[in-house]
């Protein structure tokens, strides 16, 4: 009983130590000095990877021409076509369902003063996003010191581009939010999400993204190296000093890939304090537990040792009230201390919980209502909690039409091609 009751009550302070320094470190950031504008004639490269039509995709794209800047800029909108072959100019894009949109988005960036282009690139690798990566930088990476990559979903008005770029133009040693003085190598934005929709499945997915210690607005507090690759920057020099992106097709997680090997070679990542917004469209409860169990895969695949955080604190509440409660029950006759104490575990449980939904929503940029957290915290919590009991029982998953699955080395396979290969062997 006694064992039962303690180990509830330190599990509730490490959530809670755990939440208050995520807390604490975020508002830090959010804290950043002015910087300075880019030297005069700095010109930075923009890719945005597309794929298939999305309801703000022509928005989102547009957005660029939106976006705060001191630099002058060349956008590269991308896509992936079939066959194999070089790369395709506008005359030639293939049959994507994003096209029509990057064309009208072309004209209107264009006619903003920003140098647009359109590419399509064959698919090279299990991971299609890296490819149109890798693709861009092959073909017009030269000559830019540093890259901009933006999901197609991100809107960068008003977004502060300075803050991802200025920093990367020096060349000397600069200091990181973390107090560490290294090579600029690779800074991020944290994002969240906004949708049209009132539906389930796109509440869950701005509650997980924007109410729970899985929004990345919070969490980036605790990891600011990790590498979220939804808006991110990145020296050229370091990117081909590292392997270069086509190296990272066969990963899941190409972004925390990215970020291991920029550490590894002495490369600083830093997150900014403005938080990113994407747009998104309506979706079913379903997609967002797809969605999040394919996260979940990229931590076991290339972070295993991290597995075991989930249940420990991103959906600890339940938990550990449950065992506080089982540890009293078990208990024919417990004594007041052993009940107060349990009390005590629960009580700091919940609030730790509610603290974080309120912190979540804040830094996120959704602004506090007490009204939806409720209804963040149960959305956010189950969603995680189906995800990670899916990884458990299976690494296959749909993305972007493909079907692919994890193997034992972390890598990504096609199903199909796997099944291919065993009939022929055999």
Not at 302 to 330: D, H, N
Not at 357 to 370: D, N, P, T, V, Y
Request: net charge positive; hydrophobic share 50%; proline share 3%.
């Amino acid at each position: 009983m006694w064992v039962l009751v303690a180990t509830a009550l330190v599990w509730a302070l490490a959530t809670m130590g755990m939440a208050v320094a995520a807390i604490v470190r975020r508002r830090q950031q959010r804290r950043e000095t002015p910087i300075e504008e880019a030297p005069e004639g700095t010109r930075v490269l923009l890719v945005r990877p597309c794929c298939g039509a999305e309801p703000e995709l022509e928005r989102c794209l547009c957005s660029a021409a939106l976006a705060r800047r001191s630099f002058a800029m060349d956008v590269v909108l991308s896509v992936n076509r079939e066959g194999e072959g070089a790369w395709a100019s506008e005359g030639s894009l293939g049959d994507d369902a994003a096209l029509p949109t990057l064309h009208r988005a072309s004209k209107n960036l264009r006619a903003a003063g920003l140098g647009v282009s359109i590419q399509a690139h064959p698919v090279t690798g299990e991971n299609r996003k890296v490819t149109q990566l890798s693709g861009v930088l092959r073909e017009q990476g030269d000559g830019y010191p540093v890259i901009l990559f933006a999901d197609s979903n991100v809107d960068l008005t008003n977004f502060d581009l300075d803050r991802l770029v200025v920093p990367l133009l020096e060349r000397n040693w600069v200091a990181l939010s973390s107090g560490k003085r290294e090579r600029a190598g690779a800074r991020w934005a944290a994002f969240s999400e906004v949708s049209v929709s009132s539906d389930l499945g796109s509440r869950a997915s701005v509650a997980l993204l924007g109410g729970g210690m899985t929004a990345f607005a919070l969490l980036c507090g605790l990891v600011p190296r990790a590498l979220v690759g939804k808006l991110w920057a990145a020296r050229a020099d370091a990117i081909k000093e590292v392997g270069g992106m086509q190296a990272l097709a066969g990963y899941l997680g190409e972004d925390f890939e990215m970020a291991r090997r920029l550490i590894q070679g002495g490369w600083g990542i830093d997150v900014v304090g403005e938080t990113a917004v994407a747009r998104v469209s309506s979706q079913s409860l379903i997609a967002v537990v797809e969605r999040m169990s394919r996260w979940i895969c990229v931590i076991w695949a290339q972070r295993p040792w991290l597995m075991l955080s989930y249940p420990a604190f991103f959906f600890s509440t339940s938990l550990l009230c449950g065992l506080a409660g089982i540890a009293v029950c078990l208990c024919p006759s417990p004594s007041a201390a052993q009940v107060a104490i349990a009390g005590i575990a629960v009580c700091l449980a919940v609030a730790v919980r509610v603290g974080v939904a309120i912190a979540a929503q804040i830094f996120s940029g959704r602004g506090l209502s007490l009204l939806r957290l409720p209804l963040d915290v149960l959305l956010a919590d189950f969603v995680v909690l189906i995800a990670w009991c899916r990884v458990l029982v299976s690494r296959e998953f749909d993305w972007r039409g493909q079907r692919l699955r994890i193997d034992c080395r972390g890598r990504l396979v096609a199903v199909h091609d796997s099944r291919r290969s065993s009939r022929s062997s055999s």
